[in-house]
């Protein structure tokens, strides 16, 4: 017998709630913003005990070992994440990185187990961030109405941003007063507040919910595609994206979470799945340019703002709180903005907006390593905050909005695989680069890079014209 996902509540979310004032959503943002605290302490935590229990690459090894399993697990965590509803699979991970890091915990209290037991817990981080990072890129297209999106990206940049203002202090303060058993505790606890909360979100009715993802209900030919977008043909096998055929699970009686097949239906392998959101995305116009614009501008972005500004830190005299101040300028940008997306609720053009705020993001980029004061990059630092926070939450947006619920799961893998297991590979290659060439050149490159991003949706006539719906 074959258990596909439903959902038992009917209601679909009310289009004209606005985001912030919806209790499913506000408990969707209190679950995330104690999760992403959590994530904080947990990596003050893991990296000192990290360097208390072995030499500095050994514990370089281990903060670098999540990254592996995420990277290679990301497109199958998509795959999940669609089969059996992101809500189900983010309530199974958070439970289960609350239960390793409390068993670390417990371990370290007791006893002295070795740097091998962190290596342990970074890699079962790295599988379990894999399946999570898609699932919680698609819930919030499950849980408010079409036009709100760009408002929940907003908040969720807000929460984020208050996440690495708390955290990091959390686990600093548990490590002071009861070592990294604590700062591992106090994690767990907020990884256990999540639970909760997560399971009181109710999720509304979704196309293709109660089969599996990618199979056509009876006589649908799968065409008609997300406002914005146009109709486009879609490869056999595959779902209509969200537009004007909306199909309903149906009723059952197997339990509020779960729905029992029909005896002898079967699921396409999890590589077909792979392969059915790969050609999805790239029968989608829209989506297909913007998952290259996603890949420039991270590849480009990633590595000068986390490698580079130390470098550059130090080539210029400004030191660690030097170094510091160019963070805050960046944070405060992006939260600024996530800000003002929480309360306009939405961008018009939001493709043309989004790829123009990446070209001139791009020139700020650059402009880090050029300027002649710690206050001028501070400014600097600050426009790139503006900008970077603006087209993050636009992508996001566009994605969900562009994507079929049935895949919004796999499309949200393929973007996090750029951004979360691909570009931070850039960083040993931005230290070699910087090393040989220096910071200036090496910061223009990688600005260029951003900027071809900006220029191909530009280039992309399916792009720059992709609205958000109102």
Known sequence: ????????????????????????????????????????????????????????????????????????????????????????????????????????????????????????????????????????????????????????????????????VLGAPLGGLGVAFGGAAAAFGAAALLFAVSLPLLAAVRIGRQPHEGRPAGELPAGKEGRAGPEGSGTRELPAGLGAPGGSEQVAAPETSAGPEEAVAPQGSGRPSAARDVRDGLEYILRNPVLARLMVVIALSDLGFVGPLNVGLTLLADERGWGASGMGWVLAGFGAGAGAMSLLLTVRGRVPRAGLVLSVTIAVGAVAVGAIAYVPTLAAAVGVALAVGLLAGLSGALCGALMQTESDPAFVGRVTSVANLFSLGLAPLTFPLTGAAITLWGTGPVFAASAGVCALGGLTGLGSGALRRAELPR
């Open 1 to 164: 017998m074959t258990v596909t996902p439903a959902i038992s509540e009917t209601a679909t979310p009310a289009a004209d709630r606005p985001a912030h004032r919806d209790p499913d959503v506000l408990r969707w943002l209190g679950a995330y913003a104690s999760s992403a605290i959590g994530d904080n302490v947990y990596y003050v935590a893991l990296s000192w005990a990290a360097v208390r229990s072995g030499t500095p690459s050994q514990a370089g090894l281990v903060m670098a070992a999540s990254a592996v399993p995420r990277a290679l697990l990301m497109l199958g965590g998509g795959v999940i994440a669609d089969r059996f509803g992101p809500r189900r699979v983010l309530l199974t991970g958070s439970g289960v990185r609350c239960a390793a890091v409390l068993t670390v915990a417990v371990l370290l209290l007791v006893s002295s187990p070795g740097l091998w037991l962190l290596g342990v817990l970074a890699l079962v981080f790295g599988v379990v961030d894999a399946v999570l990072m898609p699932a919680l890129g698609a819930l919030p297209a499950r849980i408010t109405a079409r036009g709100q999106l760009a408002r929940v990206q907003g908040m969720r940049g807000m929460a984020s941003r208050l996440a690495g």
